[in-house]
């Protein structure tokens, strides 16, 4: 049931100068963008030319440009005022309670790779500041912080779908966002999975239910509690309309009507106008002893829908707590989204494009259109927009205390398309608390010779040469 990739052998992490090598730290500075739509605040500001390009290969457009110029000022001024006071004042926004609101999400990966969660929308009318901080939802199984350094928070504004900010910050258990200050508006935040999660095989396999007695077995009994609280979002201890509804799309029994709810409501256990834990057993009780045969497809396709594997256990599923930290108030969840799955075939792109984006230039590899984008715990390298069609042969051997989802050879061989931004590679920190980094590296000549000869002349890489090459060609 888990992904997992090797660790990098330790001698893969020495530097060998035989490479272009270009080498991030975890030190990194993480300097969030100021947009037109929402700003972090930081104590470090880059400083932009008149092109709207900063020092650290972050671009802004022009419009976005003056705004963020504009609200940096005021930022500034806000700053040099308070230096101007005794030692002993703070600052208004150093002074703003920040209020904590806790709700639940939910972080799924379908058969097909595609990202689902469940969406919070929220809508302010004035600017506020917020802090947001992902934890996992351990309740549900200890060994799910697995996923710590798997998933992330993404912030969009739903006028202009722009994203404004990631979950950034690795603190403890958690990941959080920079302290954003946000305009009016109506925003949008989900959890993804960094990555495609690789197949996996289950530890174990249980049945649905017991062939003596019809029963539920009690491995299933205790996935429907699990599932009742993953879907418990506002943890009232039952499911309402909103919670059961989500549950019903997420399962694959798709949209429900309200017609349907009432007639839950009236036919089993309910209060407050929500089913209890006792119904919500009931039902998959009463659904497994409809079924005419043993097979019980469907009730197996909800399991595998949820992200859960044959021994009821989340292989591609991670629920989470979200912590909403705002200014003066609590947060008011005022929906929860899910139009925007039907966008999913557009979330790579805009995602590789925001990596580029925010991203660093490879200082060995300036002439090449790559770009490497890095948080507290993950990092993606990214290949920007080119004219023409552009392939790519890099090696990553030299990362260190990161997992990597390539091949055993830690090559990298892509040919990416003109006037695209495409992610080439997602890392993953094995230890956020201990220094990683991503190693990008041109192959050596050796190397790339060696990939056209049979098979049985790879394990002898470094012996392979010009020479050599040319005389079994000629003996051929």
């Known amino acids: 049931m888990y992904f997992s990739i090797p660790v990098l052998d330790a001698s893969l992490s020495e530097s060998n100068n035989d490479y272009e090598s270009s080498v991030f730290y975890d030190d990194q500075q993480i300097i969030p963008t100021i947009n037109q739509d929402g700003a972090s605040l930081t104590d470090d500001e880059d400083e932009e030319d008149e092109y709207g390009i900063n020092h650290n290969g972050k671009h ?37 309670h920040l209020l904590k609101s806790v709700t639940k999400s939910i972080a799924l990966q379908k058969h097909n790779g595609q990202n689902h969660s469940v969406g919070h929308v929220f809508t302010f009318h004035e600017v506020r500041n917020l802090r947001i901080e992902v934890r996992i939802n351990d309740k549900i199984e200890s060994e799910l912080h697995r996923f710590e350094n798997a998933i992330y928070g993404i912030l969009t504004r739903m006028e202009t779908e722009k994203i404004i900010a990631l979950t ?49 077995t009690s491995q299933y009994r205790l996935y429907t509690m699990n599932i009742f609280d993953v879907f418990d979002l506002n943890d009232d201890q039952v499911l309402d309309f909103r919670e059961f509804s989500l549950y019903n799309i997420l399962s694959g029994g798709g949209n429900f009507e309200a017609e349907e709810w009432k007639a839950l409501i009236e036919n089993f256990d309910h209060r407050d106008d929500g089913l209890t834990l006792k119904a919500f057993v009931e039902m998959h009780h009463m659904e ?73 230039t490879l200082p060995y590899l300036k002439n090449t259109a790559l770009r490497l984008w890095k948080n507290d715990y993950y990092g993606a390298l990214v290949a920007g927009p080119t004219p023409e069609p552009t392939r790519y042969e890099l090696t990553v051997a030299g990362s260190k205390n990161v997992n990597l989802l390539v091949g055993s050879d830690l090559l990298i061989n892509r040919t990416i398309e003109a006037n695209t931004f495409e992610t ?6 094995v230890d956020a608390s201990h220094d990683w980094f991503i190693s990008v590296r041109k192959q050596r000549r050796d190397r790339l010779i060696s990939s056209e000869v049979p098979s049985a002349m790879n394990t002898q890489r470094s012996s392979v040469n010009h020479d050599h090459l040319h005389q079994l060609n000629n003996e051929k």
């Open 424 to 429: 080439l590679l997602i890392g993953l920190a």
């Open 60 to 96: 802004f457009s022009h419009e976005t440009l003056s705004l963020s110029l504009a609200q940096r000022s005021m930022v500034l001024d806000h700053q040099n005022n308070h230096q101007r006071q005794p030692s002993t004042a703070s600052s208004d926004i150093q002074q703003q």
């Open 168 to 216: 950034v910050r690795k603190k403890g258990n958690s990941i959080a966002t920079e302290k954003l200050t946000l305009l009016p508006g109506t925003y949008l935040f989900k959890i993804n999975f960094c990555r495609r999660i690789p197949d996996s095989i289950p530890r174990r396999r249980y049945a649905i239910k017991e062939p003596t007695t019809g029963k539920l």
């Open 288 to 360: 497994a002893e409809s079924y005419e045969t043993d097979d019980l497809k469907d009730m197996w396709l909800s399991v595998a829908e949820l992200g859960f594997d044959e021994g009821f256990e989340p292989s591609k599923c991670c629920p989470v707590f979200i912590d909403y930290y705002l200014s003066d108030d609590e947060i008011f969840i005022e929906r929860y989204d899910t139009e925007h799955w039907k966008k999913n075939n557009l979330e790579d792109e805009k995602m590789a494009e925001w990596y580029w984006n925010n991203g660093s």
